[in-house]
């Protein structure tokens, strides 16, 4: 696939400038069962790189390998200009990761659950203390460091879990959706403090299902099925051609009655699909319809219609239609193979 | 070298912290193998004694009675019945209400004063083949006693005279012989499961794959779990041994520093077997089955119920493969027989290579294998 090479050009060229993660052609395989199919990407340092996809899409297979939990079955990845094949050791002492399930020792006080993650990366006793102030400080854990890990709310559990993999000082986390099962509050102060220790130079890989975070991040890609279908900045993916196709626009249209209004939507000819946003419906339409013209159309049917204007896709208008897409490329394929 | 033990520090400081906040549950596991001992202390006992017997004296005479009381006398025999017919007899023993049945012929008396051969039926039920042995060699050497002391009638001394001696439990006392057994049986329960658990815990917490992450080392890891449960099967090891000394009085013929010293391979096996049970098992409930299939053999083919020698070659073979055999053999010996490291050493170098090839194949399971899941 000439894009695909292209693609890979590009990343070659970044390479140069010595980024946090660069990963070519990565191949996972279990037995037949392919769970990361030729992924190749590049984080680049500072960067917040959102790593999104359906469940069991491959995202933590991805993380798996990058960390040296999992070995490559192809492709090359350097995680912090190291090659994950032949230093996963060296790997581990310079990134963090923060699991799902947060890993923390649930019988084990805050103070001995970061004490214990310190030793573990060999922090001596004097900047062991000192990390842990910073940490204790950066996180406001002050009221609660005596207190066992298994009595903290999910917010305070993820922030100490955050402060664990912390502590070495990694210029590099991995975040296994972080924000799982947490209030929106602990979501947001969460994402502040994201952004805040990215602007000191750190760079997160953040896994997440959540479209609203995927907006925050600087940087975006798509798995679907073991490949990667989007990479790119939210705002450069909202541009892309299979998103919005030549001859068409998006619209958003204000309705009171969206549900009765989506399915006359849905027979008038020129509108391509449309779905229910809040109190709107967002449809991709061709670009000779008239928008006054698609309002009478409208209005005849009994619907009134607040406001019709044009819209920029959302991330997630950008997901759903690549994963329409690559359905119906995937299904090509297998008729092909079968034929 | 340094490079491989790497985190074994910082393990070995959350795993004393673990151990301390449960307490409620250390303390149950490390009692409850002090509650079997005393149960199985005070409820095995092997010697077979008081044999519930039924009796049918037919002759009635002082001779008859003389007989009867030798038996009596013998501590293999208690009579719960006399009955009047053979039938009554046949009765109790099928009945399960005696398992020996004596019947004395009317005219045993007569016979005697002639000096012809008098017979005594003994009928003996063999459902429980101890008992019928015991009952068989107890009464026929009576017979034989009897025999010739009315063969040598003039206080003849007996031509032959055998005097068996029993060494090391000369009272025959069940608990002695038990006990230092049971001991590592215990000591193999509470080790193993305790070492799996702690283990098993964090992968269903994924705690472990989070250090996976870290760059603490497979053998870095497992040591600092081995090493505080050391010291636990340690201490427990010391309170089965105070317990067994002062509870059930069993002499103590070796040096117990020795056996203390002796204790720590074998309790370094069972802990790398729970290590090793711990890399198979992914809950906590498989970790528990699997720990049984290990203690199944150690039970049956170690010696400490069945004797060694009488297995078939197959199973004897086997029983080098079990560590609680070579325990078993460093327990007696220095507990009933005063061994010293003179004998014991190539007990101690078995264990100490089993449980260090156990941790290594652990170490490299969790090298290659927990890391995949």
């Known amino acids: 696939m000439p894009a695909n090479n292209r693609k890979a050009e590009a990343y070659l060229a970044e390479d140069a400038a010595d980024p946090a993660i660069s990963a070519r052609g990565l191949v996972r395989k279990f037995g037949d069962f392919i769970a990361v199919n030729h992924v190749s990407f590049t984080v680049k340092r500072g960067e917040i790189f959102g790593f999104l996809g359906p469940n069991g899409s491959g995202k933590t297979t991805v993380i798996k390998m990058l960390t040296g939990l999992l070995p490559l079955s192809g492709g090359e990845a350097m995680v912090e200009g190291l090659n994950v094949r032949t230093d ?3 790997v581990r002492e310079r990134i963090g990761y923060m699991s799902q399930n947060f890993s923390l020792y649930p019988d084990l006080t805050v103070t001995e659950n970061l004490t214990f993650y310190g030793r573990i990366y060999g922090l001596g006793p004097e900047r062991l203390k000192k990390r842990m102030d910073d940490i204790i400080q950066m996180n406001g854990l002050a009221p609660y460091l005596n207190r066992l890990a298994a009595q903290l709310s999910g917010g305070w559990k993820q922030r100490l879990a955050l402060g664990c993999a912390m502590l070495h000082e990694p210029k590099l986390l991995f975040l296994d959706e972080p924000t799982a099962g947490i209030d929106p509050v602990a979501r947001r102060q969460l994402w502040d403090l994201l952004f805040d220790l990215s602007g000191h130079g750190i760079t997160f890989f953040v896994t997440t299902h959540y479209m609203d975070e995927a907006e925050r991040c600087s940087h975006v890609a798509y798995i679907y099925f073991a490949k990667l279908i989007a990479d790119g900045t939210p705002n450069s993916l909202r541009e892309l051609p299979d998103v919005t196709p030549a001859g068409t626009i998006r619209v958003e249209m204000t309705t009171p009655e969206v549900t009765r209004a989506l399915k006359i939507a849905r027979q008038i000819p020129g509108i391509r699909s449309a779905t229910i946003f809040g109190q709107s419906i967002h ?4 670009e000779h319809l008239d928008l006054d013209d698609l309002r009478a159309q409208l209005q005849e049917q009994g619907i009134v219609v607040a406001e019709i204007r ?7 208008d950008v997901f759903v239609e690549l994963t329409y897409k690559n359905q119906a490329n995937g299904a090509q394929e297998t008729e092909a193979n079968r034929a | 070298m340094r490079d491989m033990f790497r985190g074994f520090r910082a393990v070995f400081y959350k795993e004393t912290l673990h151990v301390r906040r449960d307490f409620g549950t250390l303390f149950f596991s490390l009692i409850i193998p002090l509650l079997q001992m005393l149960l199985l202390g005070y409820g095995i ?6 044999i519930n017997t039924v009796v049918f004296n037919a002759d009635g005479r002082q001779e008859s009675r003389e007989l009867l009381d030798r038996l ?6 208690h009579v719960i019945r006399y009955v009047n017919s053979d039938q009554q007899m046949n009765n109790m023993i099928i009945a399960g209400k005696a398992h020996v049945g004596i019947k004395i012929p009317v005219d045993y008396s007569d016979k005697l004063l002639h000096h012809m051969s008098a017979q005594v039926l003994v009928l003996i039920d063999g459902s429980d083949s101890s008992v019928a042995g015991q009952a068989i060699n107890v009464t026929t050497s009576i017979g034989l006693d009897e025999s010739l002391r009315r063969a040598l009638v003039n206080n003849e001394t007996f031509a032959v005279d055998m005097r ?21 049986i215990l000591l193999l329960n509470v080790t193993t499961f305790l070492t799996a658990f702690s283990i098993v815990r964090e992968k269903e917490r994924g705690t472990l794959e989070q ?11 497992l040591l600092g779990k081995l090493l505080p449960y050391l010291g636990i099967g340690f201490f427990e090891l010391c309170m089965i041994l105070t317990f067994m000394r002062f509870a059930f009085r069993v002499p103590m013929h070796g040096n117990v520093i020795l056996l203390a010293f002796l204790s720590l391979p074998y309790i370094f096996v069972s802990l790398s077997l729970g290590i090793l049970i711990s890399s198979k098992a992914n809950s906590q409930s498989e970790a528990m089955q699997l720990a049984f299939l290990t203690i199944l053999p150690s039970i049956f083919f170690s010696g400490y119920i069945f004797p060694l020698e009488t297995m078939p070659r197959f199973f004897y073979a086997l029983s080098y493969f ?30 100490f290579t089993m449980g260090t090839v156990l941790l290594a194949i652990a170490a490299r399971r969790f090298q290659n294998k927990v890391i995949m899941a």
């Open chain 2, 72 to 77: 009596k006398n013998s501590d293999t025999f």
């Open chain 2, 211 to 221: 250090l996976f992450v870290t760059p603490v080392r497979p053998m870095g890891l």
């Open chain 1, 283 to 286: 449809a991709l339409i061709e």
């Open chain 2, 322 to 351: 079990v560590p609680a055999r070579y325990f078993i053999d460093i327990t007696r010996g220095v507990i009933l027989r005063g061994a010293t490291i003179v004998h014991l050493w190539p007990d101690a170098v078995a264990l």
């Open chain 1, 310 to 316: 044009p819209l920029a896709p959302s991330l997630e």
């Open chain 1, 88 to 90: 996963a050791e060296r």
């Open chain 2, 45 to 50: 006992d092997t010697n077979i004694r008081q």
């Open chain 2, 164 to 184: 068996p001696k029993l060494l090391f439990n000369p009272d025959s006392r069940s608990p002695n012989f038990f006990l230092p057994g049971l001991t590592a």
